[in-house]
């Protein structure tokens, strides 16, 4: 065995972070500076779900699965986002739905019985954190997880679900599409609707494990309600981040925009993954720094440290180790020609 290392997860912070569509920029100021005071102090106004960040229930729901009101970022436990990690690598077509199907590939992949994440943290790799910028490729064509990936990290009574994209829910689960009461029902890159251009793509089905009004249409109320059933008799509107609530309504807390160098963390090596939100009373999620302790021979070979360009990852610049954010959406569309 060789001497731990600790390997960062985080995306940098500053003023120009890449921000969920309709987030609030960043603002720093100085309150001091050291040419007028003798002393640097700087404040920031910003949501706190920018960047690498976890969620606490409070965030998405008014109360959990047991009854109990959602509680707050203080009332979850200290370690509660930290503890025996391991990273799943996801296999999927770009835009895909995350399901239990492609969780359980991943496991037989590493060798891995599910049950032996009962109590552990899943860091998910679908090498979305390659593209984190802002852009559509990242937030519009995202793939993700929904409400069959969150029954069956349920089921396996994980701890603690780390993303690297831009949200616990695919983001035609969000208020980007016509979920939620902030719904923004945005256009994609081709003038249409996202949920029109994913129905061209993918079919009236598949778009419509998005849409309540279309599911419902499509397959009736009763298949609807043993869907998304659970999320409903809570108050909850099934196809609106159904991941999240699924997960933060049976107490298993999520970490968003997980990043850095991920990619030298090997998949079926387990390690330890420490993430600490400030002590926030009454908060509903918090900025946090991801770092993960692993065995210095256990960093995969060959991986660049990763580095970041103005707005995001730099991809296309020389001086950017990200993907292309063009390049994957370029076979994503190729899909219908």
């Known amino acids: ?16 972070i890449p921000r969920w569509p309709y987030f ?5 100021d100085n309150t001091h500076t050291m040419a007028k005071g003798g002393v ?14 976890c969620d606490a229930p409070r965030h998405v729901m008014e109360y959990e699965f047991d009854g109990r009101r959602a509680r707050y970022t203080h009332e979850m436990p200290v370690d509660a986002y930290t503890g025996d990690a391991i990273v799943l690598p996801i296999e999927i077509e770009p835009w895909g739905l995350i399901t239990d199907e492609h969780l359980d590939a991943a496991c037989a992949k590493i060798g891995i019985d599910p049950a032996e994440l009962e109590g552990k943290i899943v860091c998910l790799n679908t090498g979305m954190h390659r593209l984190f910028d802002d852009t559509k490729a990242y937030y519009h ?17 994980v701890k603690c679900v780390a993303m690297d994209s831009q949200a616990l829910d695919h983001p035609l689960h969000t208020a980007m599409t016509r979920n939620g009461m902030t719904k923004m ?45 659970l999320l409903e008799d809570i108050g909850c509107w099934g196809t609106w981040e159904p991941c ?24 079926g090596k387990w390690f330890r993954f420490y993430c600490f939100p400030l002590r926030w009373y009454m908060g509903d999620g918090s900025m946090a720094r991801c770092v993960a302790e692993i065995d210095e021979d256990d960093i995969v070979p060959g991986v660049p440290e990763r580095t970041y360009a103005y707005g995001g990852t ?16 370029q076979k994503l569309f190729a899909r219908n020609k």
Not at 24 to 28: E, G, Y
Not at 207 to 225: N, P, S, T, V, W
Request: glycine residues 14%; contains cysteine; charged residues 25%.
């Open 314 to 329: 730099g991809y296309g610049l020389e001086e950017g180790n990200g993907e292309s954010g063009l390049a994957y959406m």
């Open 244 to 267: 999240h609530k699924l997960l933060l309504g049976h107490g298993i807390v999520g970490v968003e925009n997980l990043g850095g160098d991920l990619d030298k963390i090997p998949a």
């Open 24 to 28: 609030d920029k960043p603002v720093i």
């Open 141 to 157: 064509y995202a793939w993700g997880t929904g409400v069959e990936a969150g029954k069956w990290f349920v089921d396996k009574k």
């Open 185 to 229: 029902d945005l256009l994609g890159a081709t003038g249409r609707t996202l949920l029109e251009e994913y129905t061209e793509l993918f079919g009236e089905e598949a778009c419509a494990e998005f849409d309540k009004d279309m599911y419902i249409k499509l397959h009736g109320q009763e298949a609807y309600d043993k869907k998304f059933g």
């Open 1 to 16: 065995m060789g001497k731990k290392v600790f390997v960062d997860l985080t995306h940098p912070f500053s003023a120009e």
């Open 40 to 53: 640097l102090t700087q404040k920031i106004t910003c949501t706190m779900h920018t960047g690498t960040h």
